[in-house]
């Protein structure tokens, strides 16, 4: 089972960057995809979730209206495009796959994300 991230950088304040999240090893439909970030000493914060479908997505306040999750089961992609960055987004960006009703969980080795003049 392997997740990995990719698309991280550094970026403007105000700047854009697609992350995306390839799986494999795993049936990827059947499993609800999240987003989560973290800066030292924080703990890791949930950014976003999708439905296995996609029909369903939820965001952290902080990112609503600025962060869209997207997904194509047929590549066994998740993306994660952030647009109007902001300093405070910069973190170690982390997908994660969760298989309902047993809640096993799959994660990936992360991506850093910076946002600086």
């Known amino acids: 089972v392997q997740l990995v991230e990719s698309g991280g950088g550094l970026v403007q304040p105000g700047g854009s960057l697609r992350l995306s999240c390839v799986g494999s090893?795993?049936?990827?439909?059947?499993?609800?995809m999240k987003w989560f970030r973290q800066t030292p000493g924080k703990e890791r914060e949930l950014v976003t979730t999708i439905s296995r479908a996609g029909d369903e997505k939820n965001y952290a306040d902080p990112v609503k209206g600025r962060f869209t999750i997207s997904r194509d089961n047929a590549k066994n992609t998740v993306y994660l495009q952030m647009n109007s960055l902001k300093p405070e987004d910069t973190a170690v960006y982390y997908c994660?796959?969760?298989?309902?009703?047993?809640?096993?969980?799959?994660w990936g080795q992360g991506t850093q994300v910076t946002v600086s003049s």
């Open positions: 994660s796959a969760v298989r309902p009703p047993s809640n096993l969980e799959y």
């Open positions: 090893g795993f049936t990827f439909s059947l499993y609800v």
